[in-house]
């Protein structure tokens, strides 16, 4: 029989510790959620005229979702900094050897660090108050390389429809 042992847990400094929303809310006015209605009636007309109700059916799921997840309210979430890890919440730690880069984006209330992953991950992107923002950056300057970041379409496309 094998002894895996107990985990080691590790109890390390906080360097600094902040709290923010887990994403950037943008507030939605009924226009929004008529425009998507609209848009997938006319997606759903489509498909019945082509005779592609797979396709109907797909556009009927994702219209739900939009509306469900478009009047979804950020929870708000504590983040930490230490020596060996970033912290998010109290189930997800990532350490710092997992990420290649990071890129910040400096905005009105918050700012955006985006942390790029050695492995083939999606980004993770975390808001990070003003008033917290300097030490932050520093944290992240001693870690790890900054790099200059173009948006992808994808980010532009939300950011153009408010999601």
């Not at 944290?139 to 950011?159: D, H, K």
Request: aromatic share 14%; proline share 4%; hydrophobic share 50%.
């Amino acid at each position: 029989m094998y002894d895996w042992g107990v985990p080691e847990i590790i109890h390390t400094a906080h360097l600094v510790t902040w709290q923010a929303p887990e994403f950037e809310h943008q507030e939605k006015g009924i226009s929004w959620y008529w425009l998507t209605i609209i848009a997938a009636v006319l997606l759903v007309a489509l498909a019945v005229w082509q005779r592609n109700f797979l396709f109907g059916i797909f556009v009927v799921v994702a219209e739900v979702l939009v509306l469900l997840w478009g009047g979804k309210k950020p929870r708000t979430l504590t983040f930490s900094l230490n020596e060996k890890e970033l912290i998010i919440g109290s189930r997800e730690r990532y350490l710092w050897s997992e990420f290649l880069n990071f890129s910040i984006e400096e905005r009105e209330n918050f700012s955006l660090v985006v942390l790029q992953f050695k492995r083939l991950r999606p980004m993770l992107h975390i808001l990070i108050p003003a008033a917290q923002f300097q030490e932050v950056k520093g944290i992240f300057f001693s870690r790890l390389p900054q790099v200059e970041r173009e948006r992808s379409l994808g980010e532009a496309v939300e950011e153009f429809f408010g999601l």
